[in-house]
């Protein structure tokens, strides 16, 4: 099986739990299981995480560490053609407000979705399926919408067996 990583949880891991100077294991993990072929990201992803400050831990790790191979290219016909009908269903969706849509729209989630469902892989997210949300669009009620399987990284970590050092 192979796993598409959300922005949400690299950010969240190198703010909180999985520091880069507390539990540097998590990090080589990743690596690791990138290199094993079953974790990668997407380019549109790298470009949000190089938006952080040149002095950030997680933009020196996405600049010096991670293999750019990690950041696949969203950048085909068919991850297009996906992410058009996905757009075309969050615009045409009256339960989101126009604010949320417009963020949607520039955001990665959609590539993710697209990339996923072209090439049957399971998005990896920290966020939580909200199918109420009017404000925002939840990366997992859009997989559920598309059929793309997603689940969290915790459950990722676990089937991917990942044991790492503190």
Same mark, same amino acid.
């Given at each position: 099986?192979? $796993? ?12 909180? $739990? ?28 790298? *470009? ?25 290219? *969203? ?74 399987? $997603? ?12 044991? $790492?050092?503190?």
């Amino acid at each position: 099986m192979s $796993y598409l990583i959300d922005s949400d949880v690299l950010i969240t891991a190198k703010n909180s $739990y999985y520091a880069f100077d507390l539990c540097p294991g998590f990090w080589e993990s990743l690596q690791t299981k990138h290199l094993e072929g079953s974790v990668f990201s997407l380019d549109r992803i790298r *470009s949000e995480l190089l938006q952080g400050r040149d002095d950030d831990s997680l933009v020196e790790w996405t600049n010096n560490v991670i293999p750019r191979s990690f950041f696949l290219s *969203s950048a085909t016909l068919e991850v297009a053609n996906a992410f058009s009908e996905i757009i075309l269903w969050v615009q045409q969706n009256s339960q989101f407000q126009d604010t949320a849509k417009a963020k949607f729209a520039t955001g990665a989630d959609g590539w993710l979705v697209a990339f996923a469902k072209v090439n049957g892989w399971t998005v990896v997210t920290m966020e939580e399926s909200r199918p109420e949300s009017r404000n925002q669009v939840k990366l997992p009620d859009v997989c559920i919408r598309f059929g793309v399987p $997603y689940q969290n990284v915790f459950s990722t970590l676990r089937q991917l067996n990942v044991q $790492y050092r503190l």
